[in-house]
């Protein structure tokens, strides 16, 4: 079964730092791959996500995404972090009718 | 507003009893999906269902039960014999026309088992 990996724990940065978070999933064949976002005390959020074509994906709030099919990886990106960007990070990846997601990473930015 | 609603917020219960968590959307979506969020654990499957009067089983479904009998609601019922049932449950709901479309969340039900 398709499973999927996020390295990073916990993040800490100080604002307009760059950020990575990285992504791994288990297996190729055609995937469909999510980040997802949980602001403090907010519902989960779709941040973007990649199904086929160009494998720089686009999401909102200047977050961008990197599929390597080579590496099985979806890195999430920013330049220049926010103290408003402080929330709880899911990569997802999709197995036939299920979502799969990664334990999350918890980013902290500091002012 | 189209959107999925969870009751209630924050739900106590005492050991020992069920508990029926409640999941509606207006979104006219055919998937529904539940999930437990523990810390640093993600987001594990319950249950889901694609159709009405249809669901399947999620990884950790042990515990727990569902019905589907409208298309607008999936209720969870965690039951007594769930081993370690306080938790923050997610429900969503994926449209299944045109294809490769996201899962839509609601707030959650944060349950405490005393």
């Known amino acids: 079964a398709q499973s999927v990996s996020q390295h990073n724990h916990h993040v800490i940065l100080s604002e307009a730092a760059s950020l990575e978070l990285g992504c791994n999933y288990s297996?190729?064949?055609?995937?469909?791959l999510f980040w997802y976002v949980q602001y403090p005390g907010q519902h989960l959020q779709l941040l973007l996500k990649y199904f086929s074509g160009d494998p720089l994906v686009k999401g909102i709030k200047g977050f961008e995404a990197e599929f390597i099919k080579s590496k099985f990886s979806f890195n999430l990106r920013k330049p220049s972090v926010q103290w408003s960007d402080t929330a709880e990070y899911f990569c997802?990846?999709?197995?036939?009718?299920?979502?799969?997601f990664g334990t999350g990473t918890r980013l902290q930015v500091f002012p | 507003d189209g959107g999925i609603t969870q009751s209630p917020k924050y739900l106590f219960r005492k050991e020992g009893q069920n508990v029926t968590l409640s999941c509606e959307q207006n979104?006219?979506?055919?998937?529904m999906y539940w999930y437990r969020q523990d810390p640093g654990q993600g987001l594990r499957l319950i249950y889901y269902s694609q159709i009405v009067n249809d669901f399947q089983k999620g990884d950790i479904a042990e515990g727990y039960s569902v019905s589907r009998e409208k298309k607008e609601s999936f209720p969870l019922t965690v039951t007594s014999a769930q081993k370690n049932p306080t938790a923050f449950y997610l429900c969503?709901?994926?449209?299944?026309?045109?294809?490769?479309?996201?899962?839509?969340f609601g707030p959650g039900t944060r349950l405490t088992v005393l």
């Open positions: 979104l006219n979506h055919d998937a």
């Open positions: 997802a990846v999709s197995d036939t009718d299920k979502l799969i």
């Open positions: 297996y190729g064949g055609t995937v469909n």
């Open positions: 969503a709901s994926r449209g299944l026309l045109g294809g490769n479309n996201e899962q839509f």
